[in-house]
C-alpha cells in the first residue's frame, strides 16, 4: 500500500496533502479532541489593494510576459516546472519520468471524486479541456475518463513535450492548443467539463479574471468547471505600473492570487454556479496564504 502510494505521491507537500486528508490521521485527531488542521488564516488579515486591468493592448504585454517565462522554462526544466520537486529537474528526469507521469492519475482521481461526493454524474460528460496542460502528466490521465480531451498551455516547448509523450503512450483522442495570445483565450473549444489546477496561481491577476471568464464562457450547459486559485496572501498588492516596471528580463516562476470576491463576480455574470469550493494546500504557503479549488456548474 505504502508503495502504490509513493508511486503517485511526487514531494513532500503532496506526502503531507494526502496524509493529513487520510481518515487515519483524522480519527487520531478525533480521538484526542484535536482539531484535524489548523486554518490557514485568521480571518482578521487587511484587505489586499489589486489593480483592475481591461485595455486589451496592457492584457497582451501581461499576458506575453508569462508566456515568455514559461516558453522558457519549458526550454530549460520542463519537468521540473510542472511539478517544482528536485527529483524531477532535468539531470534526474531520465531516472524519475514515470513517476512524474503517473502523479497527475492522483489529480485525476480527486476530480472524480469531487464530483462524486457532489452527485455529478461524470458518465454524462464527454469532453473536457485542460488549461495549463504542460507536459501532459495529468491530460494523460483524463484521456482515459472522456472521448475527447483537448490541452491548452501557453509554452510551445511544454506543448512539443506532451505531444511527444501522449504519442508514445498510443493517446490519440487529445488535441493539443497552443495559446499565443490573450484572443485566443476567448476561442476556447465547448467542452462538458474544465479542469485547471496549479496554473493559474502564476498569472497576474488580470490574466486569471480572463481565463476564468472564458473558461465559463467555453462550458456547455450543465457542464463543470474544477479550478484552483489562491484567493489571499498577506502583504500582496498588484499595480500594473509597479509591474511593469520590475518587469525587466525575469524569467522565475511568479505566485499571484484573485480575491473569492472577485472570482464570485466573475461567475456569476457568466451563469457559473458554485458547488463547492475547498481550501488546498497547492501553493505550499499554507500559513500566510489561502488557496481555494473550485467546483462550479455552469447553469
Not at 6 to 12: K, P, R, S
Request: hydrophobic share 35%; aromatic share 10%; glycine share 6%.
Amino acid at each position: 500500500m505504502i508503495d502504490d502510494q509513493l508511486q503517485i505521491l511526487t514531494n513532500t507537500q503532496e506526502i503531507r496533502q494526502h496524509f493529513m486528508r487520510s481518515q487515519e490521521f483524522k480519527n487520531q485527531n478525533q480521538n484526542q479532541n484535536q482539531p484535524n488542521d489548523r486554518l490557514a488564516l485568521a480571518g482578521d488579515e487587511p484587505a489586499m489593494s489589486i489593480e483592475n486591468v481591461f485595455d486589451e493592448t496592457l492584457l497582451q504585454v501581461l499576458f506575453k510576459h508569462i508566456q515568455d517565462t514559461w516558453s522558457y522554462l519549458g526550454e530549460t526544466e520542463p519537468h521540473w516546472s510542472v511539478v517544482t520537486s528536485e527529483q524531477f529537474l532535468q539531470s534526474q528526469i531520465n531516472t524519475t519520468k514515470e513517476l512524474f507521469y503517473n502523479s497527475g492519475q492522483a489529480n485525476v482521481l480527486q476530480l472524480f471524486k469531487t464530483l462524486e461526493r457532489n452527485g455529478l454524474d461524470a458518465t454524462a460528460f464527454k469532453s473536457c479541456l485542460e488549461y495549463g496542460c504542460g507536459l501532459g502528466r495529468v491530460t494523460r490521465w483524463l484521456s482515459e475518463k472522456f472521448e475527447t480531451v483537448f490541452g491548452c498551455d501557453i509554452s510551445k516547448a511544454h506543448l512539443q513535450g506532451a505531444e511527444h509523450y501522449l504519442q508514445s503512450q498510443g493517446i490519440r483522442n487529445v488535441n493539443l492548443r497552443h495559446v499565443r495570445e490573450v484572443k485566443d483565450i476567448k476561442n476556447l473549444p465547448k467542452v462538458d467539463v474544465i479542469y485547471s489546477v496549479i496554473v493559474l496561481q502564476h498569472n497576474p491577476p488580470p490574466i486569471i479574471s480572463v481565463i476564468l471568464q472564458e473558461m465559463v464562457k467555453a462550458l456547455n450547459s450543465g457542464g463543470v468547471a474544477y479550478f484552483q486559485v489562491p484567493t489571499y496572501r498577506i502583504g500582496y498588492k498588484f499595480s500594473l505600473e509597479q509591474y511593469l516596471k520590475d518587469e525587466g528580463t525575469r524569467r522565475e516562476m511568479e505566485m499571484h492570487v484573485l480575491p473569492q470576491s472577485t472570482i464570485f463576480g466573475l461567475l456569476e455574470k457568466e451563469g457559473g454556479k458554485i458547488v463547492e469550493i475547498l481550501e488546498d494546500d497547492w501553493t505550499g504557503l499554507r500559513y500566510k496564504e489561502r488557496s481555494n479549488t473550485f467546483l462550479i456548474q455552469k447553469e
